[in-house]
């Protein structure tokens, strides 16, 4: 069987098709931005129990590169890729927590924490990047002239297009607001040997700056604005699938800034829907930082209208995003599954992470958006004690050791945390130590 791909305009009035392999990223007659469609007629040959199982007999195996949970779906996500040409560091297959202590916390049976961010370089953007870079690959084998691989980034797309791009052995270039990333993720692509712009902007105006500089065919673009990013995270929803044996969830909470992720999170869900391998779709909901809320106040408006906001500085700094590439893919996946989209505040999303982290989970403030989003999902009866819920946690807790700190040690200016929880000195002592602990245990 063959199976094709290809670049497709999402106005549907346009319509008009480009190959994965043209450097393009926005439609060049209307300029709107382009998504990847895929020969569903071809795909629709196999049946869902044939797919299902095959994807079963790949998952987690070790046969290159199949054993990858993107790629163990390659059919269904960038099939004209030569294997030889594919970058991967075994991407998925991340842990699906039972938060079962927190759940009962919070009146819910039957809660789950995807914990994307168990990935090679920290942050479910690996998902994507590795059907970005294999496409580099591709196009650079077939003497396309792609001098380097460039994206803007709130710290983890540039942590993981610097990985990907190392592991391969391309150029990149990280554009990064000043300031605004946390240390690890500034690290990251030093360590890589990356060039690392540092600039004195947020992240919209490194957007700018990498479209710019993109303009020129040689630099190739690898923010979610290229939709073959779109394509590796939709297989979030094929694993969550996949995981819980082919039963769909009720709810999928996921945090929300660039908005490609919510997009692709409905896409992987509509693709299996379509397939015949699930029969129901899950509720989506987009959680967004109120300090970066354009498409909660586009929501609250029924999205009649969308204005980009300036974005104000946020814990939650990878979705401190005010003017998102991915507005109208996110709007239309969010009114065909009956989306919600919510907000929290620093307080609520500290309090939520941390609320979490008693639990046994290590979350990174983005998580605790989408975990205090839940929470005001349940309070008001949106969410109910019997939904199978899937939080999606975006990145790895330490790669926000800062946040962390400043959460268990009270310090944040203007929050009052409420799982305060330090570290105690005493003298390296017997009696010392002893009285601590008795303080602690109420003996
Ligand atoms: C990128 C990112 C998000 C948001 O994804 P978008 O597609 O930009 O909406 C959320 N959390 C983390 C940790 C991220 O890196
Ligand atoms: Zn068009």
Redesign the pocket.
């Known amino acids: 069987m063959e199976f094709k791909a290809w670049f497709q305009c999402i106005n549907p009035e346009c319509d008009n098709r480009y190959e994965l392999t043209d450097i393009v990223y926005r439609c060049r007659d209307c300029n709107e931005l382009l998504e990847v469609q895929h020969d569903m007629d071809e795909l629709k040959k196999r049946s869902a129990i044939e797919w299902k199982e095959l994807f079963e007999s790949r998952y987690r195996k070790n046969k290159w590169p199949y054993g990858s949970s993107v790629w163990g779906k390659k059919e269904l996500v960038c099939p004209m890729v030569d294997n030889e040409n594919i970058v991967s560091t075994y991407e998925g297959g991340t842990n699906l927590f039972w938060a079962d202590r927190l759940g009962d916390q919070l009146g819910l049976d039957d809660l789950w924490v995807k914990q994307c961010g168990m990935a090679h370089s920290g942050?479910?953007?690996d998902l994507g990047m590795t059907i970005l870079v294999s496409m580099v690959k591709q196009m650079m084998s077939q003497g396309k002239n792609i001098k380097a691989v460039a994206c803007a980034s709130?710290g983890?797309?540039s942590a993981s297009l610097a990985a990907y791009c190392a592991v391969a052995g391309i150029p990149a270039i990280v554009f990064l607001p000043k300031d605004k990333v946390s240390l690890t993720q500034l690290i990251q692509p030093i360590t890589h040997g990356v060039l690392t712009l540092s600039l004195d902007t947020d992240f919209d105006g490194c957007m700018k700056l990498v479209r710019e500089v993109c303009q020129n065919d040689d630099i190739y673009l690898a923010n979610?604005m290229n939709s073959l990013r779109i394509e590796g995270q939709k297989t979030i929803s094929f694993e969550l699938v996949q995981q819980f044996n082919w039963e769909v969830p009720d709810f999928v909470i996921v945090?929300?800034?660039?908005?490609?992720?919510?997009s692709a999170i409905g896409k992987g869900f509509q693709m299996f829907y379509d397939l015949g391998l699930i029969d129901k779709l899950p509720r989506l909901v987009c959680a967004q930082a109120e300090r970066a809320n354009p498409l909660y106040r586009s929501f609250k408006q029924d999205f009649k209208t969308f204005e980009p906001v300036q974005a104000q500085q946020t814990l939650a700094s990878?979705?401190q995003?005010g003017d998102p590439v991915?507005i109208k893919k996110a709007i239309r996946a969010l009114q065909a599954f009956d989306g919600i989209v919510e907000e929290a505040t620093e307080g609520e999303l500290a309090n939520a992470a941390s609320k979490a982290n008693r639990t046994g989970l290590l979350c990174?403030p983005?998580t605790g958006v989408a975990l205090a989003v839940l929470e005001k999902l349940v309070g008001r009866g949106v969410i109910k004690k019997k939904d199978k819920v899937v939080v999606i946690s975006?990145?790895n807790g330490l790669k926000f050791t800062d946040f962390l700190f400043k959460c268990h040690t009270d310090t944040i200016p203007g929050i009052e945390s409420e799982y305060a929880f330090e570290a105690v000195e005493v003298p390296a002592k017997y009696e010392a130590v002893r009285d601590a602990i008795q303080e602690k245990l109420g003996a």
């Open positions: 942050s479910f953007k709130t983890d797309t979610s945090p929300g800034g660039n908005l490609g992720n919510v990878a979705i995003i991915s990174c983005h975006t990145a």
